[in-house]
């Protein structure tokens, strides 16, 4: 099954990649930006049959390397299934 | 407004996150991820009153600094509106 993982920072933590995307929008000219937010993204392909063994895997993965709890949130979708609420 | 973009590789071209990713998850003994893609995503609040300005606005931004025409494909989906056809 394929899964999606986002991986965003959490409410309070800096974001320079954000800030810095939105000076170099500023200094470009879109003077209407008023915020941005970075992202990641991972599209994971996992070969278990059903979604709980498919997202209790990502959870794994997110735990040992792609998150880091102190200062990541994530949200896990597992393709045909739902967003799973964001995970701290 | 708010608007998300989403950038991803184009088909054919090179993930050297992803590949690593992978590798890792492979050591860590996840023998069952067959492969890992990675996508960066940007949430930006637009103060435009439309959707269609939203995303022209963005559109724009992606042209002239988010996306590289070369190697990246982008999605914009703007709050309330559907996501638009990748564009190239």
Redesign the interface.
């Known amino acids: 099954m394929r899964a999606r993982v986002?991986i965003h920072l959490k409410k309070g933590v800096a974001d320079p990649e954000?800030e810095n995307?939105l000076k170099?929008?500023k200094l470009?000219g879109?003077s209407?930006?008023?915020?941005?937010?970075?992202?990641?993204?991972?599209?994971?392909?996992?070969?278990?049959r059903t979604t709980a063994k498919t997202r209790g895997?990502i959870v794994?993965?997110c735990r040992?390397?792609?998150a880091n709890p102190v200062i990541h949130d994530y949200r896990i979708k597992v393709e045909g299934g739902r967003a799973s609420t964001p995970r701290r």
Do not use: P, Q
């Open positions: 986002e954000g995307v170099a929008l470009l879109f209407s930006v008023g915020g941005v937010r970075s992202i990641k993204v991972f599209e994971i392909d996992v070969a278990e895997a794994e993965m040992k390397l792609l």
